[in-house]
């Protein structure tokens, strides 16, 4: 796995290079709804099956990695990404040109929200754009699960975590049980007293993150009263550096620092940011953008973004050189095995509750159907697919869905 991996690894960043990364990763800022999960579906489409930048194994590599530090999972991925194609140029330039195209959306809804007082309604798009999102998921959950669950143990393993999951557990516990059960897998499967080699990375990677946390968590402590742009800065890096999980912990986070806290946002202004951060493409994390306008105009909205974001690209700086010598140890790869096939079995519980809101009557599950075949078998691109659900929506659903 590794050996597929290393030359491009190695590959110093050119300015073509850097050009396929912006194209890319502002193409699908502007058309990955449907969140996280179908982010990545729609990574894995074009940088494994259509691209060829990564192996199977390596982007599986790299998607564990995100589950084990802060922030949005599915920038991180496509942060990752950049640093292998392009180095560390690309590393920024992925996660820009993913993140930007969702901050103007976003910050000019925040405009028309300021002015007017109201949200405009998005729910055609989106109830034509889910189902096309349900069969995207699907492909990459196939696509993927060959390649991480290698063995009927890790089959017998991921199967484990999903129940888990669907049982509620926290998607920490489900990845670090994972790693764990992954580990002893392999022991048992050794002979007693086989020599193991490891690497230095298994010990620097718990040791760097918090204190990347720490630093980040600090910079955000002491908010003022007012809306001012540092203090604003603050409580979005102490944010992005300290949140796991869905976009329910960041409506969490967020309320206990804006609504009840400081003051500064109104519950229904909290809800309605959430909203627009779910109905627009690209990151839920956008949702920073539209706070900072309402609490500070463009500059605000500025601020609030980049506070959320850079702890991601700080984390993936110190993580991502990690990740190869990981696997190149025993051990070690045995754990990023256990938590590549966790990780694909939270993918799948959230891609079901995902499902069971999107596919809701005869013309979701037709579109869903239609897309799945277009998918598999016509091996159309997910892009085109997405923007086509969207316009249908427009014209079979103009008003809000009952």
Not at 122 to 139: D, E, H, M, N, W
Not at 156 to 171: F, P, T, Y
Not at 237 to 255: E, P, W
Not at 316 to 344: E, H, T
Request: charged share 10%; with cysteine.
């Amino acid at each position: 796995m590794t050996a597929a991996a290393a030359p491009v690894e190695q590959r110093p960043p050119t300015r073509r290079a850097l050009g396929e990364i912006a194209r890319l990763f502002l193409t699908l800022g502007l058309i990955s709804f449907g969140g996280p999960a179908a982010h990545i579906a729609m990574m894995e489409d074009e940088v494994v099956r259509r691209r060829r930048w990564l192996t199977r194994e390596a982007f599986l590599d790299y998607l564990g990695a995100t589950n084990l530090i802060p922030g949005p999972n599915s920038t991180e991925l496509a942060i990752h990404i950049g640093r292998v194609r392009g180095g560390w140029p690309g590393l920024v330039v992925a996660g820009a040109c993913f993140i930007l195209p969702a901050t103007l959306i976003v910050a000019a809804l925040a405009a028309a929200y300021v002015r007017y007082g109201a949200l405009p309604a998005a729910s055609g798009v989106l109830r034509g754009v889910k189902p096309v999102v349900i069969a995207v998921v699907v492909q990459a959950l196939w696509g993927l699960a060959r390649s991480a669950v290698r063995s009927r143990r890790l089959a017998a393993l991921g199967a484990g975590a999903v129940l888990a999951a669907a049982l509620g557990v926290h998607e920490l516990v489900v990845l670090a049980a994972a790693a764990v059960v992954g580990m002893l897998l392999l022991l048992l499967a050794r002979p007693t007293g086989a020599g193991w080699h490891r690497s230095a990375a298994v010990s620097a990677m718990p040791m760097a993150m918090p204190v990347a946390m720490q630093a980040a968590a600090a910079s955000g402590g002491a908010a003022a009263a007012g809306v001012s742009l540092w203090p604003l800065f603050g409580v979005f890096a102490k944010t992005g550096a300290l949140l796991f999980g869905s976009g329910y912990v960041l409506l969490a986070f967020l309320r206990a620092d804006l609504v009840e806290r400081l003051h500064w946002l109104t519950e229904r202004q909290l809800l309605d940011a959430v909203a627009v951060g779910q109905v627009t493409p690209g990151p839920l994390f956008t949702t920073a953008t539209f706070i900072g306008y309402v609490l500070a105009g463009g500059a605000g909205a500025a601020t609030a973004t980049v506070g959320i974001f850079l702890p991601a690209f700080i984390f993936v700086a110190i993580s991502g050189p990690l990740v190869p010598r990981l696997r190149a140890s025993p051990l070690a790869g045995a754990a990023l095995d256990g938590i590549n096939a966790a990780s694909l079995a939270l993918m799948a519980v959230v891609s079901w509750q995902l499902a069971r809101a999107a596919v809701v009557d005869l013309p979701t599950a037709g579109l869903a159907l239609a897309s799945a075949v277009l998918l598999l078998r016509y091996r159309v691109n997910s892009a085109w697919l997405v923007a086509g659900g969207a316009a249908l929506g427009l014209l079979l659903w103009r008003q809000p869905a009952g």
